[in-house]
């Protein structure tokens, strides 16, 4: 083995419960979000179990353990509590600011990286992992400059680098909550009861999965079924047979990343083709895979499990009746909606679907400017409140592309600058 | 770290003449032959001084790959730049990184750190390091994809000239990394691949921190 595939040698997170199991599921994609090595141990490997705890009993009820660098043993243990364990909770470290960028995805942290390499004081908040949707992508091959393609997670561990050493603080782990006026800006409060005081917002939140309406899809969530397709989970899909289901690029890179592992990798997809919603380098690549079937005109219209997910019922437009698919695990990729939890109080204008309207869409939005307090119109990603600005995925309109994202974010800053001038700071 | 046969260790006889801590003045001579071939060298009396001139070396904020090295576990060295959060570490990246779908991104990471932190198995006298490794994945970057190299080195590892560094890497270094391969991952050890550098020329790219205390193996 190379030197560099060896652990690295300070203590690990180990991680004690059932793979199973939606709580221990949520952990393990924090950590691998946030780049935090661990082992995990199912609760019925009994040498391991009595080699860690030493012979000490355990609550089988109180799972999972975590079990910190320093020895900490956490019961039932939260990712607020991992994090806060682990010391990733930090509070902001200024009164105020004059940018706070709610996400820390491509356009969030697009903008914190040229916010604060203009000198902009400036402050990103994340619930879960800087990157996004997009930082959980096997491996974006159209993205400017890299002509090899690089994964998501490499994108954002980059990207947060860069932010950082430009000067900006993300505070992690911790929701939004709400986000009220106060004077000319803003006051966001988080989870914990941080607030952060600042002059103009960024909501660069992105979307969430859709959920897929299907009967007791809820109660196999971290047993089989997952939405989304982050890295914490391939490893253990080697030699399985999984489905993915969704039509866009997301699913499509989801399928690239389970055929390396996996036994067998179906595609689900509503629509009538693949061409439809995903970029052509990847229809092609997943159509070249010998290990993946698409089966377009399908959805998934029941499951079949004991303790965990084992099958998947199927209907298809093409055939009559309804076929059985044995799987191991279900990753639900589709459409999403947006993000925007906490960001509701500020009372934003949206467009039926909840994505958040902005510059010309919000003029155009009957009665969305009538608290609206200024001679000039909305701005380009401004939304219906003066200095509070949107990007990225959670845009009503946006392209739902990352360097898109991205462009938007960094447009953003440009904006900021206009919005804080008019409030004399510049 | 060639394959040999599965071992209880090094022999007495090895143990007795590489394990033994090298006088001040030996140390001294090292360093000087160190200097004069264009790497960068420092003597401390201790591991928890070898730490802090590590710590004076790595710029806050710098990328850094750190060599697994008893000797940089046992001063404290790999858990600075893991864990201090000053740094920019590499290992636990990697180590989180997919094998499958990230291999090229992984390789690159690795062969080409602003910083590399590891350790040598012999430096002699005359002011040549050797360094084996089983894979050979250390020595790239030591040789010249690192930016900067940061070695530190326990002072029983001062040998008389390169031949006596050779034996020292395969009667002795060798079957102790056997053993510890063999516990930590599985798989014996070998010395498969060795870098001797004899000199420097990039100014200042090496350094050489000299403990006057045995550390490692």
Redesign the interface.
């Known amino acids: 083995?190379?030197?560099?595939?060896?652990?690295?040698?300070?203590p690990q997170v180990v991680l004690v419960g059932r793979r199973a199991s939606s709580l221990g599921y949520e952990l393990r994609d924090f950590l691998?979000r946030n780049?935090?090595?661990y082992d995990w141990v199912e609760i019925d490997d009994a040498d391991r179990v009595r080699q860690l705890f030493d012979g000490d009993d355990i609550d089988p009820d109180r799972l999972p353990i975590c079990v910190l660098?320093d020895g900490r043993r956490l019961a039932g243990a939260t990712v607020q509590q991992v994090a806060n364990g682990l010391?990733m909770i930090a509070a902001p470290l200024l009164p105020e600011y004059d940018i706070t960028i709610v996400g820390a995805g491509p356009a969030g942290l697009a903008a914190a990286v040229y916010a604060a390499s203009e000198g902009l004081r400036t402050v990103a908040i994340e619930a879960v992992a800087p990157g996004g949707q997009a930082g959980t992508t096997?491996?974006i091959e159209n993205y400017l400059g890299f002509p090899?393609g690089?994964?998501g997670?490499?994108l954002a561990?980059r990207a947060t680098?860069q932010a950082?050493?430009f000067g900006a603080e993300l505070l992690l782990a911790r929701p939004l909550v709400d986000l009220l006026r106060e004077d000319d800006g803003y006051v966001a409060r988080l989870s914990d009861g941080t607030e952060v005081r600042t002059r103009s917002v960024l909501a660069a939140s992105g979307v969430d999965w859709r959920r897929l309406d299907v009967a007791g899809l809820d109660e196999l969530l971290g047993a089989g079924v997952y939405y989304g397709a982050g890295?914490s989970e391939?490893?253990s899909c080697r030699g399985c047979r999984v489905a993915v289901v969704g039509g866009g690029n997301s699913a499509g890179q989801a399928v690239?990343?389970f055929s390396?592992?996996a036994s067998r990798v179906t595609l689900l997809v509503r629509g009538s083709t693949l061409g439809a919603s995903m970029s052509q380098y990847l229809v092609s690549k997943v159509s070249e895979l010998d290990n993946v079937e698409v089966r377009t005109g399908t959805e998934v219209v029941g499951l079949e499990a004991d303790t965990r997910l084992r099958a998947v019922v199927l209907s298809s437009r093409d055939e009559a009746g309804l076929t059985r698919l044995p799987l191991e695990s279900l990753f639900v990729c589709i459409g999403g909606v947006p993000r925007t939890r906490g960001l509701a109080t500020a009372n934003l204008a949206t467009d039926d679907a909840g994505f958040i309207l902005t510059g010309a869409d919000v003029t155009a939005s009957r009665g969305a400017l009538d608290k609206w307090p200024l001679a000039r119109a909305p701005l380009p990603l401004e939304t219906n409140c003066p200095g509070f600005f949107a990007a990225g995925d959670v845009r009503s309109g946006s392209i739902k592309r990352c360097s898109a994202a991205i462009g938007e974010g960094s447009m953003a800053v440009a904006l900021v600058h206009r919005r804080l001038a008019e409030l004399g700071a510049e | 770290m060639m394959e040999e046969a599965g071992n209880g260790g090094p022999t007495e006889d090895a143990v007795a003449e590489f394990a033994g801590l090298a006088s001040d003045e030996h140390i001294d001579e090292s360093a000087s032959a160190l200097e004069r071939n264009g790497i960068t060298s420092l003597v401390v009396d201790s591991g928890e001084q070898a730490r802090d001139a590590v710590r004076s070396i790595l710029p806050i904020?710098a990328e850094v790959?750190?060599?697994?090295s008893r000797t940089?576990?046992a001063i404290g060295v790999?858990?600075d730049i893991?864990?201090s959060?000053l740094y920019?570490?590499?290992?636990?990246?990697?180590?989180?990184?997919?094998?499958?779908?990230?291999a090229?991104?992984?390789r690159q990471?690795?062969v080409a750190p602003d910083f590399v932190v590891g350790s040598a198995h012999a430096v002699t006298e005359e002011g040549s390091v050797l360094v084996a490794?089983a894979?050979g994945?250390?020595l790239g970057p030591l040789v010249s994809g690192a930016g900067h190299v940061i070695l530190v080195i326990g002072g029983q590892k001062i040998v008389a000239d390169v031949g006596t560094g050779l034996r020292r890497i395969y009667e002795y270094c060798f079957p102790l990394e056997d053993q510890r391969a063999r516990e930590?991952?599985g798989?014996p050890s070998g010395v498969n691949n060795i870098l001797i550098i004899n000199r420097a020329i990039t100014p200042r790219r090496i350094s050489a921190i000299l403990v006057k205390q045995s550390l490692g193996f």
């Open positions: 083995m190379f030197d560099y595939d060896a652990r690295p040698v300070t691998s780049g935090v090595p660098p010391g096997s491996m090899q690089i994964s997670s490499e561990t680098a950082r050493r890295p391939a490893v690239v990343r390396r592992y | 904020g790959f750190n060599n697994t940089l576990e790999a858990e893991e864990r959060g920019q570490p590499l290992r636990p990246r990697l180590y989180q990184m997919d094998r499958e779908m990230q090229r991104e992984m990471l690795a490794s894979s994945s250390q930590s991952y798989v």
